[in-house]
């Protein structure tokens, strides 16, 4: 039997039960009210649906998540969740498209809301006494196109300077990465992410670039490998899971996504960032926590009574 043949995805009756059961571990939590005493159950006159029997309020698992406001059918939400978390380099929305048999523009939709879910907010900085944490970044793709200006009606790109890429920072400790976009990696920018992000007990690892250089000594202790000579691993010292990281980020950046405003690029690291962080679960676990996820942030998008 297939993976996808499994209740949840198929029924939506099943698909409320399997998130409820996610959400809401030692039983239903009314939203409005926080009551945990069990609630009606209004299931019979739509599928989820529960009463308070302290306020009175009617609910579903769906209320303060990504899902809440979403006309798309929970199984197919499940499912959605479950491709994308199972794929090493992610799906593309037209791949959704195709395979759940939405439109284009429901699946795109669905797949930043899935993004959301699976990002991490303010962390704890990470590192400390004893531990090693590796810094690089990288350039990928390139940033909008200078503004075109229209002469006799046709329009024309303003000459200057090649685009710009997009530079990307990741930091990786312990097998878990942490990714920014970032305007432009300079020192300075690089400084405050390793401020906000790394404790300053820690060992730090990076290449010669003279970005880390001051900020460096900020740390516990500063250690380099030296790209340019060729020297790519000294006595542990390495930067080889960020280039690991990066590796699988662009190609999934290449092969699967083509597309990516600058714009939508942190949501598309977060994404990364989660799959690489939980790279050892099985995909139903990793499904599980990206699920886990939905609470607390429902996003509002101008049209998303499209999904
Ligand atoms: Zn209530």
Known sequence: MSLLNKRHFTSEKYAFKYLESIIWPEGPVCPKCGSCTKPYDLGKTRVGLKKCRDCKKQFTVKVGTVFESSHIPLHKWMQAVYLICSSKKGISAHQLHRTLEITYKTAWFMCHRIRVAMEEGTLPPIGGEGQIVQADETYFGKKANPPT??????????????????????????????????????????RQILKDNVKPETELHTDESRLYTKVGKEFAKHETVKHTAGEYYRD????????????????GMRGVYQHCSEKHLQRYLSEFDFRYNNRESDDALRTEKALAGIVGKRIMYRDSSMV
């Open 149 to 190: 200006v229209k002469t006799s009606g046709q329009p024309f790109i303003k000459s200057g300077k090649a685009a710009a890429k997009l530079a990307v920072i990741t930091l990786v400790s312990g097998g878990k990465s942490r990714t920014f976009h970032v305007d432009r990696a300079d020192a300075a920018i690089v």
């Open 236 to 251: 542990g010292v390495h930067t080889n899971k960020c280039e690991n990281y990066f590796s699988i980020f662009k190609r």
